[in-house]
């Protein structure tokens, strides 16, 4: 009876779910937005986003970091993300930075990372450890690599990633946009410089889209900031480009906005193109257009007419998604986790609960009480049938095991930390209405404390069993 009342119940939630998700048995896939949300402790990680129309958008994870940078400076901004052309792998890239280190945006324009932080799936839903690429350190006295993009190139065989780079060069220093070829985006050409503009006038925050056929006759369109939002086309990405205009025939212009976004609506001759509101702190703005060879007809949203969800969000990228995708996506993240504390059974007035991250144990008294409060979500590893430990108070930290001890430690999308940080929840071993947490990692081996600190250990007695017996509590 219990089994059948919880297939029951989960059928009630993926049901409710795909409901809210606005996701139906035959539907016509989705997009995905990854993002940063702004300078604040946790705001440059990596969040995710999602939609079915392109306007309206729904946060993953409860608004909360889905990833978390624990390489170079540890924050990452300025998120692109990209499929290989036969759709079984994506990557994310993304600037190595982290402003709210309080470095400073002099140092980190001409004494920042080289590096570009970069992930890489098969799902999109399980990522790799993030990894570092040095890709501008060659170029000299390069102070930054920011806003890194990529691009299948068909005529190099090859993804041709471009970022903007700030060094002198013809005796002036200023922001370029440079490329490089990868076919792994593990081993990467040397730097090139790819667009340049005359005089002292930077450039930045280039993004490319395929859009054959389109009116206007170009393969390709790229948008930019350099003092506009300039739209240019070409035949070819590394060919020359011809420029179709700006957005200041709808009143904006760099110095209002940059990073701009542009994506196609699945199904429609229909292009968006987002622009972040830096300047006034809004975060995006959506305009659409039915023409792509001409900047005339850009059009900003009315208001109302989107919604683009719960969090801030900052400079990113969007791709369009299969049925699949998205139900992978939002079965993994999607919904809202109540949040919870584990009582312990034997000691009942004692919680599980987080101490400088490298300890966890049972205390009474918890303070500050958040340390105690977790959304018990589903399994990182695994989300049928497994739990994992969402921090309250530490947001993208995961209740994991490492060497049998527990830490509080920030997820990085590796399959080693998805599956420490992964329990089966089964009836506790000295109370069947409570529970006991098995790892899915170590699967002969269950959360329990000894002597207030939590460990892994194996239950071969009545009192490991005990400690091994948690209340879920509000």
Not at 444 to 462: F, G, S, V, W
Request: proline content about 4%; some cysteine.
């Amino acid at each position: 009876m219990k089994k059948y009342q919880k297939a029951v119940r989960a059928a009630f939630v993926a049901a409710a779910l795909a409901a809210s998700f606005g996701i139906a048995q035959a539907q016509s896939g989705g997009y995905l937005l990854v993002h940063f949300t702004g300078e604040s402790e946790s705001g440059e990680q990596t969040y995710m986003s999602v939609s079915t129309d392109g306007m309206h958008w729904t946060d993953l994870n409860d608004s909360q970091p889905v990833l978390r940078s624990t390489v170079g400076e540890k924050g990452v901004r300025d998120h692109s993300i990209v499929r290989s052309p036969d759709g079984t792998k994506y990557w994310i890239l993304a600037t190595d930075l982290r402003i709210a280190s309080g470095k400073g945006w002099d140092t980190a324009m001409h004494r920042g990372s080289t590096n570009l932080v970069i992930w890489e799936s098969s799902d999109l839903v399980h990522w790799s450890a993030p990894r570092l690429v040095d890709v501008a350190g060659a170029i000299p006295s390069a102070g930054c690599a920011w806003a890194p993009e990529a691009i299948w190139d068909p005529e190099s065989n090859a993804y041709i990633v471009y970022w903007t780079t700030i060094s002198p060069l013809n005796g002036v220093d200023k922001p370029r946009i440079y490329y490089a070829k990868t076919t792994d985006f593990v081993t990467f050409t040397p730097p090139q410089l790819y667009i340049d503009r005359p005089g002292d006038q930077s450039i930045i925050d280039t993004q490319i889209i395929a859009v054959e056929g389109s009116v206007g006759g170009y393969r390709y369109v790229r948008a930019s900031g350099d003092g506009q939002i300039t739209l240019e086309g070409s035949q070819s990405v590394l060919g020359s480009w011809t420029t179709i205009g700006d957005l200041s025939q709808v009143g904006l212009t760099g110095r209002m906005v940059e990073g701009p976004i542009l994506f196609k609506f699945n199904g429609e001759a229909k292009w968006g193109l987002w622009v972040d509101q830096y300047a006034s702190g809004k975060g995006y703005l959506p305009l659409t257009s039915i023409n792509m060879g001409s900047a005339d007809n850009w059009k900003i949203a009315s208001e109302g007419s989107y919604n683009l969800g719960a969090s801030h969000k900052r400079h990113g990228g969007i791709l369009s998604l299969n049925d699949a995708e998205l139900s992978r996506l939002t079965a993994q993240w999607g919904g809202t986790a109540p949040i919870r504390r584990l009582q312990s059974s034997n000691f009942p007035d004692r919680y599980v609960r987080h101490a400088n991250f490298t300890s966890v144990r049972i205390d009474s008294d918890v303070s500050p009480l958040d340390d105690s409060k977790f959304r018990v979500v589903k399994g990182l590893a695994d989300n049928a049938g497994f739990v994992s430990f969402a921090s309250i108070n530490q947001p993208g930290y995961y209740l994991r095991h490492k060497n049998f001890a527990f830490e509080l430690a920030p997820y990085d999308g590796s399959p080693q930390f998805a599956a420490d940080a992964t329990f089966a929840e089964e009836a506790g071993f000295a109370d069947t209405a409570a529970s006991s947490f098995r790892s899915y990692s170590q699967p002969n081996y269950y959360m329990r404390h000894y002597a207030y600190q939590l460990r892994l250990d194996t239950i071969d007695n009545a009192t490991a069993g005990s400690d091994a017996t948690f209340r879920i509590t509000d």
